[in-house]
C-alpha cells in the first residue's frame, strides 16, 4: 500500500491515508483558531471607526433636524461637531441612548439623522455600513 492512498479491498476507489486526514484535520483546526481573533478584532475596530458630522465635503455646514446639510447659522440646526463621532457613539445614539458628551439631545437626533442619511463615497459611509452588519 502507498502512502498516499490507501485502496479498501474490492472498493477500487482510492482512499484518503491516515496522514492526508489527520493533516487535513489539523490544518481546519488552525483556522478555527486563526479566524476567531480576527473575528473580534474587526468587531472591534468597527466600533472604533468615526464618522464626521457633517463630512469634510460639508465642513463649517450645519446639520438640520431632518439630517440635511444646511448653511451655517440657519435657524434651528445643529452646529457641526467639533470631533468625529466614535462608532461606539454612533451605534448608541442611533439605538436612542444617551447623547455623546457635550451633545443636546435635540442636536444628537438632527446627528443621527445625517448619519442614517450617508450614501456610499460619503465620508463615514463604511463604518456607519459596518455597524449595520449584523454579528
Known amino acids: 500500500m502507498s502512502e498516499e492512498k490507501d485502496q479498501k479491498p474490492g472498493d477500487g476507489a482510492p482512499q484518503p491515508s491516515r496522514r492526508i486526514v489527520l493533516a487535513l484535520g489539523a490544518a481546519a483546526a488552525s483556522s478555527v483558531v486563526t479566524i476567531k481573533p480576527a473575528l473580534a478584532q474587526t468587531a472591534g475596530s468597527v466600533l472604533n471607526c468615526e464618522i464626521p458630522v457633517p463630512g469634510p465635503q460639508a465642513a463649517g455646514s450645519y446639520i438640520a433636524p431632518d439630517g440635511s446639510v444646511v448653511a451655517a447659522g440657519t435657524p ?3 452646529p457641526p461637531l ?5 462608532g461606539e457613539e454612533v451605534k448608541v445614539m442611533l439605538r436612542g441612548g444617551p447623547s455623546p458628551a457635550g451633545v443636546d439631545s435635540q442636536s444628537a437626533q438632527a446627528y443621527a439623522n445625517y448619519i442614517r442619511r450617508l450614501q ?3 465620508s463615514g459611509f463604511t463604518c456607519y455600513a459596518s455597524l449595520q452588519m449584523p454579528r
Open 76 to 78: 434651528g440646526a445643529a
Open 82 to 86: 467639533p470631533r468625529p463621532l466614535t
Open 120 to 122: 456610499a463615497g460619503m
